[in-house]
């Protein structure tokens, strides 16, 4: 088989976004539309060029790819001389697979479909059949064969009640891609050079024009305003939440659910409403993560609860924790099996020792926790002194009181015990009372009468 190249049609300014940045950049998932788009063609191609224009630099350095060609296209002038401005650095030798910046749903699958015709006939175009056609070219058939694309805005009135439709995508030999695009003209309504025109071209010396139909619509949907970018956001979402499910994954509802990533999973988990998860995710066995939690690059193990309104990212959770309400868990943290992190506790960059609790209302951060240690209410390791951020340590069996402030570099040692509302500011030994607070006294109330 011929080496394909992608040429990746990205000029046009998506003014309708109304935004600051170039429309390719706008996100749906995980990814940019250019993002997707560019991940399906790499994963066919031998070599990917993009044509740029408005906002060219900006897309250029947000991708930093070396891999990526790319090609200026300083005045958009239509779709034809956008390809235009590729072929010079495409050999004759090759299948060119024209590809659109903001259609980022298209599948590999579809697209090996497409690039397979054009063995036999050189030209191969991907079309779609919608029940609303309005805007886009339509494919003229006669005797089920396809001779022309019609733009809308050229069209018969007859011709605009077609339904089939030009989705853009298309894959041409390159030799004969490069002779038709040399005898585009621009005398149509728009007065653009429109690449559509090759298709009449090869039926006129006597190709026969290959066709794929794709099934589902949300594939070659582009995306122009931020109405579309939703719309397609969704269904994207919906789809990957069905595969999920039929892998075994319980979604409570899969319309308020998100993954914008990876997300691993074991068998019996559960995921209640409006939970959100990015990056790489993976669950264990037998979890649940309740409603209005966000989950970001972590790995959750087996028998794991999370309660509602939990953040955790860049995380390790293990077997049997206990997370939340509100529990905030911060990057590199590693949670131990059967751990109680509880409500309004924050934790950061701290390893919690197997059987460790702690459950309310507290601050650990920069913490080496061992194992069966018991946080009291309003802990507070206090890890900065303004300038630089200091260690705790925690001994195997500590018992800290309510209402503790560990200053740290501190370390308190195994079995210790610290008294309620201690200020600890030098270490603590092991199998001790440590406290440090004001004894208290009771003063007989002195009353002074005023006059
Ligand atoms: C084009 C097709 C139409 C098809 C529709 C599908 C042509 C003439 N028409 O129409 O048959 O049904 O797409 O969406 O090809 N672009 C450039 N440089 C340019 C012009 C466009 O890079 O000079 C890029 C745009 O950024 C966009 C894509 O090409 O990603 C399509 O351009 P657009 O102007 O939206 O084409 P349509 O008029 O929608
Ligand atoms: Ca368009």
């Known amino acids: 088989?011929?080496?394909?190249?992608?040429?990746?049609?990205?000029?046009?300014?998506?003014?309708?976004?109304?935004?600051?940045?170039?429309?390719?950049?706008?996100?749906?998932?995980?990814?940019?539309?250019?993002?997707?788009?560019?991940?399906?063609?790499?994963?066919?191609?031998?070599?990917?060029?993009?044509?740029?224009?408005?906002?060219?630099?900006?897309?250029?350095?947000?991708?930093?790819?070396?891999?990526?060609?790319?090609v200026g296209q300083a005045e958009q002038l239509g779709t034809g001389h956008a390809v235009q401005q590729a072929m010079p650095h495409i050999d004759d030798d090759s299948i060119s697979l024209v590809l659109y910046g903001d259609v980022p749903l298209i599948?590999?699958?579809?697209?090996?479909?497409?690039?397979?015709?054009?063995?036999?006939?050189?030209?191969?175009?991907?079309?779609?059949?919608?029940?609303n056609p309005t805007g886009y070219g339509r494919i003229i058939r006669q005797n089920n064969q396809i001779q022309a694309i019609v733009e809308q805005k050229d069209a018969s009135i007859e011709q605009l009640k077609i339904c089939e439709?030009?989705?853009?995508?298309?894959?041409?030999?390159?030799?004969?891609?490069r002779s038709y695009l040399s005898k585009l003209d621009s005398n149509n309504t728009q007065g653009e050079f429109y690449l559509t025109d090759i298709i009449a071209m090869a039926v006129g010396t006597g190709k026969t024009i290959a066709s794929v139909i794709v099934e589902n619509e949300c594939e070659v949907a582009g995306v122009n305003?931020?109405?579309?970018?939703?719309?397609?956001?969704?269904?994207?979402?919906?789809?990957?939440?069905?595969?999920?499910?039929?892998?075994?994954?319980?979604?409570?509802?899969?319309?308020?659910?998100?993954?914008?990533?990876?997300?691993?999973?074991?068998?019996?988990?559960?995921?209640?409403?409006?939970?959100?998860?990015?990056?790489?995710?993976?669950?264990?066995?037998?979890?649940?993560?309740?409603?209005?939690?966000?989950?970001?690059?972590?790995?959750?193990?087996?028998?794991?609860?999370?309660?509602?309104?939990?953040?955790?990212?860049?995380?390790?959770?293990?077997?049997?924790a206990f997370i939340g309400p509100f529990a905030r868990i911060r990057p590199e943290s590693k949670i131990g099996n059967n751990v109680k992190i509880g409500n309004f506790v924050e934790v950061k960059?701290?390893?919690?020792?197997?059987?460790?609790?702690?459950?309310?209302?507290?601050?650990?951060g920069d913490t080496v926790m061992g194992e069966e240690v018991n946080i009291g209410a309003g802990v507070i390791t206090c890890n900065y002194d303004g300038v630089n951020k200091h260690q705790t340590t925690i001994g195997d069996g500590a018992f800290i009181g309510s209402d503790t402030q560990l200053v740290a570099p501190v370390v308190i040692g195994k079995n210790a015990l610290i008294g309620a509302g201690s200020t600890i500011t030098k270490n603590a030994p092991d199998n001790a009372l440590?406290?440090?607070?004001?004894?208290?006294?009771?003063?007989?109330?002195?009353?002074?009468?005023?006059?």
């Open 1 to 70: 088989m011929e080496h394909i190249n992608a040429i990746i049609l990205a000029a046009g300014k998506g003014s309708r976004m109304n935004a600051a940045k170039p429309k390719v950049l706008q996100v749906l998932s995980d990814k940019t539309l250019l993002g997707h788009v560019l991940t399906q063609a790499q994963a066919l191609c031998s070599q990917v060029f993009v044509v740029v224009g408005f906002g060219g630099d900006q897309v250029r350095h947000f991708f930093k790819d070396d891999s990526i060609h790319w």
């Open 107 to 131: 599948e590999q699958s579809t697209l090996e479909k497409l690039t397979a015709q054009v063995q036999k006939s050189g030209v191969a175009l991907l079309s779609v059949i919608l029940e």
């Open 165 to 177: 439709v030009n989705t853009g995508v298309m894959a041409v030999d390159s030799g004969l891609l």
């Open 225 to 320: 305003d931020k109405i579309q970018l939703a719309t397609l956001e969704r269904a994207f979402q919906k789809n990957q939440a069905s595969q999920f499910m039929q892998q075994g994954l319980m979604l409570r509802d899969p319309a308020r659910f998100d993954c914008r990533g990876n997300l691993s999973f074991g068998q019996d988990c559960e995921i209640d409403v409006n939970v959100v998860l990015e990056g790489d995710v993976s669950i264990g066995n037998n979890t649940t993560i309740a409603p209005n939690c966000i989950i970001r690059n972590t790995k959750i193990g087996d028998n794991v609860v999370i309660l509602p309104n939990s953040l955790i990212e860049d995380a390790v959770i293990g077997d049997g």
């Open 349 to 364: 960059k701290s390893t919690i020792g197997k059987g460790s609790k702690i459950s309310h209302l507290s601050y650990v």
């Open 434 to 451: 440590t406290l440090s607070r004001a004894k208290q006294s009771s003063l007989k109330k002195g009353i002074k009468n005023h006059d």
